[in-house]
């Protein structure tokens, strides 16, 4: 006879839809977490044992796995400086970014990199980012150090980055490199961004287009408004905010 489900079923099924998402994203974080090395042993193993990892995302949320997603998404965003050494920025940043579940697109390129695996391989200067994708990804404030050297990128999107605070956006306002190169700009439902980590984007002295849309944290539109006009005269303001 057929079991009948518990009292609780229906939210613990809802539970494990909701984290489905995030746990295909491991699937392809874990798996190429060791690339940078070559060992391509190791990828397969490494990748097989992500699965079943990832398959403890279906169990219903607690705090424990909370903080275990949390420690684990850290690991992702760890910079590592000899590694940007030898291959360069854009590929360091690259391996970064897809290892947290974003998307790169190269310069002369229509394509987006979203396997970690089947990033390109060649000389370390032909690829340079121009886009980047960061829709639900695990990106943090601590690996933004990859994106210092960044001299190409002309479009970000940051749509449902949970780990997104004012400081990032304060971090990228201030990188010499972005400031020169930056046009486009999307920040959607990242809920820990306030009107502070906005302002910030003024020093992107070429920014041409931001969206901003579904932030909660944003208090005073009418300021922000202003200090863009003051600012940026020829930024195209979009807002979606309540």
């Not at 590592?80 to 360069?88: A, K």
């Not at 340079?128 to 050297?149: L, N, R, V």
């Not at 449902?160 to 190169?181: F, P």
């Not at 041409?208 to 006009?229: H, T």
Request: proline letters at 4%; glycine letters at 8%.
């Amino acid at each position: 006879m057929r079991r009948a489900p518990s009292p609780n079923a229906s939210d613990q099924w809802t539970r494990a839809a909701e984290g489905e998402g995030q746990a295909r994203r491991c699937r392809r974080r874990w798996g190429c977490l060791l690339a940078p090395s070559g060992r391509r042993y190791q990828i397969m193993l490494f990748g097989k044992i992500s699965r079943q990892l990832c398959g403890l995302k279906k169990l219903p949320w607690s705090y424990e796995s909370r903080y275990f997603w949390g420690w684990l998404n850290a690991v992702f965003n760890k910079v590592d400086y000899e590694r940007i050494r030898d291959v360069g920025p854009d590929r360091a940043a690259s391996e970064w970014l897809l290892r947290c579940g974003a998307m790169v697109r190269y310069h002369g390129q229509e394509r987006w990199q979203n396997n970690y695996n089947n990033l390109p391989t060649g000389p370390l200067n032909k690829y340079k980012i121009q886009a980047i994708d960061a829709t639900d990804s695990c990106i943090m404030g601590i690996g933004f150090d990859h994106m210092e050297g960044l001299q190409h990128v002309e479009k970000i999107r940051l749509c449902k980055c949970h780990y997104i605070e004012d400081d990032c956006l304060e971090r990228l306002g201030q990188l010499e490199n972005l400031q020169k190169s930056m046009l486009e700009m999307e920040i959607i439902s990242c809920g820990n961004v306030t009107d502070r980590g906005i302002i910030a984007l003024h020093h992107l002295r070429k920014l041409k287009y931001l969206l901003l849309s579904d932030l909660p944290g944003i208090r005073d539109k009418e300021n922000l408004v202003q200090a863009f006009k003051t600012a940026l005269p020829s930024l195209e303001l979009k807002l979606d905010l309540k």
